[in-house]
């Protein structure tokens, strides 16, 4: 093998691994620290929007903040100031909807607001005022849907121009959250009873909830066929899933907890869960199994989270909680580059407070241990650098997240 070759072997290994790291490099973000109550962003993780219930005070009410750089950095919009319950995008993110729920003590209704420029400007629209608790958007941004406490569920099918209360559905429910399906044909909405599953656009509507409790946070994959909901009160506080469109649920988690919201990716194999002072959990295995987050030294260790997203491919996760920042996990990006006779191997220093360690195997053999490196790494600005001769024996590289 000549060092050409090697150092190829080198780099396309490396970008192999990058794609299993699933996020979890997690950072704080610019944006203020707010009461966040959600979030929402394109599929593929860039443009993020956010809105806040209020400032530090219930007499100030909240505002909406966009990202065009995957969460890193926040802007604030035109938007006005209300006390904003839920934010949905469209899948390129320049569709957006907002919606309020008027005031903290329930004395006022709010509108529904939309942006056709990711923000920039917004506009009210013919959606009645009422205390809106969830908005959702189908890919495309022409089927929106909303939800309201003691009131209905309104649908729109032509980008928000007109809204109709959904038949069959209950008119006068304790409706919590919804979601739907990216072409908006299945919607799941929780009542803080029951699961409701429309499979036509919220012609029909069923209730498959497999137990009767406080119903809240629910998400879907992007074809709508697997669910994924939590119960909010503690002592019965835990995660169920579907994968046949809600007909069926089987326990996922059950932790005890207050669970708040819920984001999953397009297949539902990444979902990613928060709950009411404690901590963010993630699962990469469709459910099957799940881990805290809080154990990364750029998380607190328990916070009170109300909204979480996903990317698409799951690799871009963001969560707001409670009177702080908004946190956002990237994909670990590593780098490989020859320079003078040696293969120089980059990635961000932020990874080490996320427990991220470099290792190294000589052969890709089930009988081998991989080798933490704990020596030969510097740190220059926000980088960490690790240089291998060309020359050296043939090894591979990993980071690799206990």
């Known amino acids: 093998m000549t060092k050409s070759e090697r150092g190829l072997k080198f780099a396309l290994f490396f970008f192999m691994l990058v794609l299993s790291t699933h996020g979890q490099n997690w950072n704080r973000s610019d944006a203020p620290s707010l009461v966040w109550q959600s979030l929402a962003g394109s599929l593929d993780g860039t443009n993020l929007v956010a809105a806040s219930l209020y400032d530090t005070s219930e007499s100030s009410p909240g505002l909406i903040y ?9 802007n604030l919009t035109s938007a006005p100031s209300n006390y904003w319950f839920s934010v949905a995008s469209s899948a390129d993110g320049v569709r957006l909807i907002a919606a309020a729920d008027g ?38 941004g022409q089927v929106l849907v909303g939800n309201a406490y003691g009131d209905g569920i309104y649908i729109s099918t032509n980008f928000g121009s007109s809204w109709n209360l959904a038949s069959n559905a ?15 044909s299945k919607i799941y909405a929780t009542d803080g009873n029951g699961i409701y599953v429309s499979t036509n656009t919220g012609v029909t509507w069923t209730n498959s909830a497999p137990v ?11 074809d709508g066929s697997r669910v994924f909901a939590g119960i909010r009160s503690v002592a019965s506080g835990a995660i169920y899933v579907s994968t046949n469109s809600g007909a069926t649920w089987g326990l996922s988690y059950n932790q005890n907890l207050s669970w708040q919201c819920l984001a999953m990716s397009a297949n539902g194999s990444t979902v990613f869960a928060g709950a009411y002072g404690d901590s963010l959990y993630l699962s990469t295995n469709g459910g099957a199994s799940w881990n805290p987050q809080n154990t990364s030294a750029n998380l607190p260790g328990s916070a009170s989270w109300y909204c979480s997203y996903c990317s698409a491919n799951g690799g871009s996760l963001a969560a707001g909680a409670i009177g702080d920042t ?3 996990a990237l ?9 003078a006779g040696h293969a120089v191997i980059s990635w961000p220093a932020s990874t080490s407070a996320n427990g991220f360690q470099l290792q190294t195997i000589g052969a890709l053999n089930p009988a081998a241990s991989w080798t933490n490196l704990t020596t030969g790494i510097t740190v220059i600005g926000t980088t960490n650098f690790y240089t291998n001769s060309l020359t050296a024996p043939s090894a591979f590289f990993r980071l690799h997240q206990p």
């Open 66 to 74: 966009t990202s065009t750089n995957s969460g890193q950095n926040w």
């Open 103 to 140: 005031d903290p003590n329930g004395n006022t209704p709010g509108p529904i607001w939309l942006s056709t420029n990711g923000g920039l400007t917004w506009q009210t629209n013919s959606a009645p005022q009422t205390y809106w608790q969830t908005v959702a958007s189908s890919t495309n």
């Open 170 to 184: 209950p008119t006068i429910g304790n409706w919590l959250s919804l979601t739907i399906s990216a072409n908006g």
């Open 212 to 222: 009767s409790d406080n119903w809240s946070p629910i998400t879907c994959s992007q």
């Open 326 to 328: 908004i946190y956002i």
């Open 331 to 339: 994909p670990v990006l590593m780098h490989i580059q020859t320079v």
